[in-house]
């Protein structure tokens, strides 16, 4: 699970228009965004509804990210077991997303 979510977060980054992006605020938006992806499966809608809802409701920080969402949307509904679901998971996105742009960063 660790590789995919550093594999998304990388891929997240470069929708971020911005010469030095401040990853620990685009790391942040992105766990916000997971989180509700989370807690739109918790209850219980559809990957498709969803993902509407996602964008249509998304801040401005969060619609930057609108070409990634799908694959967010597809990561949480189709890769996450249901047991793992829980309050954390933006959390841990956001840990991952800062662990792989400082990886990124120190080479």
């Known amino acids: 699970m660790r590789a995919v979510l550093a594999a998304i977060a990388l891929c997240a980054a470069p929708a971020v228009a911005s010469a030095a992006p401040d990853f620990e605020k685009e790391c942040a938006v992105q766990g ?11 209850e219980g809608k559809g990957k498709r509804r969803a993902e ?8 401005e920080d969060e619609a930057r990210y609108d070409s990634v969402i799908a694959a967010m949307v597809d990561y949480v509904y189709l890769q996450v077991p249901e047991a793992q679901l829980d309050a954390e998971m933006g959390a ?16």
């Open 32 to 42: 916000q965004l997971v989180q509700k992806i989370v807690d739109k499966r918790l």
């Open 52 to 59: 509407r809802q996602i964008r249509r409701d998304a801040t």
């Open 92 to 107: 841990a996105w956001e840990t991952q997303c800062l662990d792989a742009a400082k990886q990124a960063n120190s080479g």
